[in-house]
Every structure is written in structure tokens, then in C-alpha cells.
């Protein structure tokens, strides 16, 4: 089973392996859409260090209707996955009353690997999920906050870690959509000497979209796995992706017929990534010679690189060539973790502890340019980068009988990193440490029921040009790592028959919402912020085949310290909400339906410019013609809701307009009503 909290493997490491824990899950061959009990998310009582953490299952990733793959990430509860410019680029993530922008302050990991891109060049912690086949998530673990030692940068808000399949039935999958919209999937898994595995699955995607100018997305996906008896796996992955992209475009564009709803002032717009890494991945159980416990470790090397064109002010700086910017990033990541968890005593009260290595090297090269036609004009910005950090930690959780335990833990991170900028010759080295102390109380379970009460000290890393750019606007340079610090109380039961429910109550602080703009190549000091919220989620199985669930997140996001702009933090959505209900196993039946609702937020400081957010309703369902044969219906945005994906306020400039531009709401629209029909097979 997949475990939490420090007991058994405290949580599986940030770093170490989904995958042997879904195999486990799986019965080692038997993959979760097996299971007859429809189940999002399992129960987790008795093993959590908070109310506000869990585990999404394979069969609701399967079951979920998703427009795009990182959508399988909302199975968290609360989290909100958009997009504002294109199907090829990491999608927008919003949480707990945050912005996350591409990624930041939420970590994400793919069989151990991580996915946040540091000092990326159009968002730091940029998270691109594209190199996903859906078919080989095998299930999502999440926690939120900063309450896990074994969690480190980019995980202040929230940490995601999607395991990789430990087998995979023999499939063809072809799908087509309203959209412009193909897809092509085949895997399979080849049984080999003792009970080990290889499994082989591809997948190639094409979509069009809603566009005036389409997306014309070309996607490739391969994957290549290794899964032994032993605990070692070892994964291939190969993504090649190239694109068009409708950024947001400006309201009034629309409102004097230069463009539809759906259209674009640049239609140059787009980009093209590329992205190829080994891993290795490994558990083991140690015998009593060895001390017991059980050891894990990982190790990854990752080769990516990506382009990207976005024109978001037109004609703002440059009224004759217009201001669209290119952007390259080409990195290597390469890393590992190592941890150890044991059983042991302290004081005489009955002990789970754990430690652990996690180390991590980037090496990259970025800039950005001024372009017109995606054809390079100017040379705005290019460096190259080394940072590397090492993290060490140590948890405990101690049993006072059965009725409360305590959580302590420490982490210790190092980051290093040296730039040189090639345009400017402003070069520079960069060092910074950081201690987080960590925290959880659970009192229960009673009539399974506990409370948890926590605290704890988190971060994440800056771009290291932020230190270094003095030439494009950095007044004073900031801090190479920006602190956080959060606290939580929660209730989580299972009282009731067939209902799993939890509450938090909780408070995230901010040293400063210091964030690095690659969209205009400049450092902008943020202030620091504060948010407090409530989160209320619960499932319902009032029968083996059927699940009824509701998600509720309500928070409020201010700055802290006075200003005359006001002190709303900009793009922080005050409610997130999702209510839906799973069906599997009803005869040949099988699908789901989803509300998904992102409240009203504020565009600006002072809450003068507001976005509405936006509701739809997706619904997917499938029948099962034969034991080996499935059609699957999936219908996105069923009541055809005409509010917007996304939405900013910011001054761009149009053709004839005054040369400093016009201040002006920005949208991307939802997608209309669309629908995709998939037929699979398996053998």
C-alpha cells in the first residue's frame, strides 16, 4: 500500500518511487482498473500526517474526463489547471488561494523525477506535463503545505507525485474530437524471466482547438519500463512537441471586430519542446541482518529544450516590429535521492523514523530575444547557468498509544549557483542555506475520527538572474531563497459508513511574493502576502459501483504590509469547487460527471478590476461492448459556458493607440462544448 506520514517508508520520500507503492497497491499484477470498488481516493486514517493530505487512485485518473493531461492533476482537491497560451506549454496552476503561475510553490514529481524547471526562461518552477501518457499515471499522492520534511523546494503550497504504472494491459486506443482533436495510444506489457516486466507504450496526439488560428498541436510520446521482482525499475521517456498558441488578446480588440472571440493579434505565436530522460528507481525491504527498515533510492538524468514565441503588449515597445519575444531554454537535469525508514523505539513509546539524502544539478542556457515572425531580431537576454543544491532530513513519528502520535521533523537545504550572462557580461556566483523545523500533532483516531494540528517552515528557490540583472531594472536583489511558513488544523473521519470527509482550517505567509516576469525579461519585488482559508472535501460510496464527492476551498489573499495600490493579491482565486460522481462496474457501465467552479478573484491590488472566474461541467461515458472492447464518450464544458479560462489586467499597446498604451483586461475563453469519442481494445 501506498503510506503516509512517517510510519512505513514515512510517506515515500520526495524523491523516491510511486511506482513500487502502485505495484504493491496493484497486487503486482493486477492494475487498479481491475478493482471492483469504485474508489477516488483511499482512506488514509490512521496513516496521514494532516487532514489536507491523500492519494488519487489509477481508476479516477482513468475515469476523469480530461481535455489536456495535466488536467489529471484536479483529482487534488482544490487545484484549478488552466491554460492562457497554448496546448504545448506548461499549463497555468492555481491553489490554495495562490497563482502558482507555470508551477511555482507546487512541486511535481514523474516517477521520482522532478518536473519544476528552476530558473527556467518563462516562469521559475515551470511545469510541463506534456511528456505524460495518461495511460501510465498509475495514481497521484499529494500533501499541501510545508509540514513534510521530505518535501522541498517549490512544495510551500503544495506537492504532487504521480507514480508510474507496474504493469500495463495489452491496449490500442484511437480517439477523434470536435476540436481538431486525434490521438493514437498502443502498450503493452511483456512478461519476462522471474516475474519481471517490460512495458512498451506510445502515443502520438494532434489538436486543433477552438481557435480562429489553430493550435495545430504534434505531440509524441514514448515510453520504455523496466519493472523487476527485485525493486529495481528503470524508464525511458521520449516527448516531442511543436505548436501554435492564442495567447490572452485584450478585450477590446475583440469589441472593435479586430479580432472574434476566439482569434489572435499574432497568429506567430506558438513554440516546440523537446525532452528525453532515464531514470532508475529502487526499494527494498532489509532483513534483520541489516537492521531492518526498508531502503529506497533513485536516480535521474533529464536532456530538454524549448522554444517559445508569445507577443502578450503588441506594439507597447516597438510600434514598427511589434513586441513578440522568443525564449530558449536547453537544460540537462541530473539527480537522485536516497532514504532510510525503520521501526524503531524512542523512550520506550513505539517509533517510525526516517532519513534521507536528496541531491539535484541543473545545467542551462536561456535568453530571450525580440522577434517578429518568430524571425530573431535582438539579443535581449542569454545566460548560462549552474545550480545544483543538496537537501538532508529527518522525521519521527511517535506513537502515545493508540490514540495521538507526534510528527517531528528537520530539513537542511544548500543551493549553489553560478551565472553568466552573455549579453550584458554582468556575471555572478550565488549561495544560500536554509533550516525548516516541521510539525503535525494527531490526537484519535476516535470512532475514526482524528485531528491534526501543524506548523512548519518551507521555501522556494528564486531565479538566480534575479541576483544578476542589475542592467534591466533590479533596485535592490533579492533573496536567493524566498521563506514560507504555514500552520493547520483538520479533522478527518470515516464516522459515517461509505463517506470519507476532512476540514482544514489554514494559514500560508510569504516573505515576499518576489516573482521573476520572463514574459518581459525582468525581476519584479513582490510583497510580502498572507493566506488563510478553509478546505472541506468528502467521498461518498453508498455502493461498491458509485461514488458521490464535493471538494469546497475558500481563502483570502492579502499583502501584509500597507500600501496605497492596495493590498488584494492579484489572480488569487477566494473559491475553488468541485462536485462529481463516479460510476464503474454498473453492468457494461462505466463514466463520470463533473462541476468544476473557479470563484471571483481580483485582477489588480485594488480589487478595482475583477476576474468572474469560470463553471463548466465535463462528462465522460463508456460501455464496454465486450470484455476486451470499450467505447468512451467525453464531453468538456457540457452547458457550453461562454466565461473565461483565464483573465489579466495589464497595458498593452494596438495600432494607432497612445505610445504608452492602454491599460486593459486580457482573456483566454474557455473552450466552448466540445466532445471526443475513444474506442480501445485490450489483448
Known sequence: MWTFGWAAAAGLAAASTCAQAYAAESGGGRTLSEVVVTASTQDVLGKAATASEGVITKQELELRPVYRVGQLLETVPGLVVTVHSGEGKANQYLLRGFNLDHGTDLATFVGGMPVNARTHAHGQGYTDLNFLIPEAAAGVRFTKGPYYATEGDFSSVGANHLGLVAELPGQVSASAGTVGDQRLFAGTTLELRGGDRLILA?????????????????????????????????????????????????????????????????????????????????????????GGGRIEANAYAIRSQLTLFND???????????????????????????????????????????????????????????????????????????????????????HFGHH??????????????????????????????????KGSLILGPWMRTELYLSAGRGFHSNDVRAGTLSDVGVVARPPFLVKSKGYEVGLRTSAVPHLQAAVTLFQAEFASELTYNADVGQTEAGRPGRRRGVEITAQYRPRPWIELSANLAFSRARYTDPDPAGDHIEDAPAFVGSAGVLVDNLGPWFGAVELRDLGAHALSSDDLHRSDGYREVNLDLGYKLTPTLRVQLDVFNLFDSRQNAADYVYVDRLPGEPAQGVEDRHIHPLEPRSARLAVTARF
Open 202 to 290: 506510445g502515443e502520438a496526439v494532434h489538436l486543433d482547438g477552438p481557435w480562429d488560428h489553430p493550435d495545430n498541436l504534434r505531440k509524441t510520446n514514448l515510453m520504455l519500463r523496466y519493472v523487476g521482482e527485485a525493486g529495481l525499475s528503470l524508464t525511458a521517456l521520449y516527448y516531442r512537441g511543436l505548436w501554435n498558441a492564442t495567447t490572452d488578446q485584450p478585450e477590446r480588440a475583440m469589441r472593435q471586430g479586430l479580432i472574434s472571440r476566439f482569434g489572435t493579434l499574432d497568429p506567430s505565436d506558438g513554440g516546440g519542446s523537446e525532452r528525453f530522460s532515464l531514470s532508475a528507481e529502487y526499494a527494498r525491504d532489509l532483513g534483520l541482518a541489516f
Open 312 to 398: 502578450f503588449t503588441h506594439f507597447l515597445d516597438d510600434s514598427a516590429n511589434g513586441d513578440q519575444h522568443g525564449q530558449n531554454d536547453r537544460r540537462t537535469t541530473a539527480g537522485g535521492a536516497l532514504s532510510y525508514a525503520v521501526r524503531t523505539t524512542l523512550l520506550g513509546l513505539p517509533t517510525d523514523a526516517i532519513v534521507g539524502l536528496q541531491g539535484r544539478y541543473d545545467r542551462l542556457y536561456v535568453d530571450a530575444r525580440h522577434t517578429r515572425a518568430r524571425a530573431s531580431l535582438t539579443t535581449l537576454l542569454a545566460d548560462r547557468v549552474a545550480e545544483w543544491n543538496l537537501s538532508a532530513y529527518g522525521e519521527a513519528t511517535v
Open 404 to 437: 495521538a502520535r507526534a510528527v517531528g521533523g528537520l530539513r537542511a537545504d544548500h543551493f549553489a549557483a553560478s551565472d553568466t550572462n552573455l549579453v550584458g557580461g554582468i556575471s555572478g556566483d550565488q549561495q544560500a542555506g536554509l533550516l525548516q523545523p
